[in-house]
């Protein structure tokens, strides 16, 4: 009985890991809207070229680079569920939709995403030294490092 006891204490332990761990998957995917990308780059100066990132719900990243207009894409790769709830946690909580703001520059940074039925297109530059340019930057700056730490 004892054997018997500790068989079923495995296997059902088994099961409700399994099922824990579909469940928690299943809970991140689906916090990623269905209309969620988020675009972010920088360009401008004397040669007019931007380069950039796009990632769309499903975490897949292209790299972009050329004129505005005239990008070349091509693939990168792909985010995890924990980079995309990161993402999604940054710009809740930084208020990234509410912010509104057009500043350019000589090297403009830029940042447009579409999220639960919004769209923001924030353009700013590296040396503003307000408090909002200075969350943006540090948003751009996380997103470029979660972006540049997807393995190939």
């Known amino acids: 009985m004892t ?4 068989l079923f204490a ?3 332990t088994s099961i409700f890991v399994l099922l824990s761990s579909c469940a928690c998957t299943k809970k991140e995917n689906q916090m990623i809207p269905n209309d969620f990308h988020l675009r972010f780059g920088a360009g401008g ?4 070229i931007w380069s950039g990132y796009f990632i769309n719900q499903d975490g897949n990243v292209l790299k972009w680079e050329g ?5 070349k894409f091509q693939d990168f790769g792909n985010l995890s569920n924990e980079a995309m709830g990161y993402i999604l946690k ?6 990234i939709m ?3 703001m057009q500043n350019t520059g000589n090297m403009t940074m830029s ?11 924030i353009l700013f530059t590296a040396d503003s030294s307000n408090d ?6 540090k948003f751009y700056q996380n997103l470029d490092s979660t972006i540049k730490s997807i393995k190939k």
């Open 3 to 6: 054997k018997s006891y500790i």
């Open 10 to 12: 495995v296997v059902f």
């Open 45 to 48: 100066g004397f040669t007019g």
């Open 67 to 71: 004129k505005m207009g005239n990008e």
């Open 90 to 95: 940054e710009i809740k909580s930084k208020n």
């Open 98 to 100: 509410m912010i509104n």
């Open 111 to 121: 940042i447009n995403i579409t999220l639960d039925s919004l769209e923001n297109n």
């Open 132 to 137: 909002t340019s200075k969350v943006l930057q």
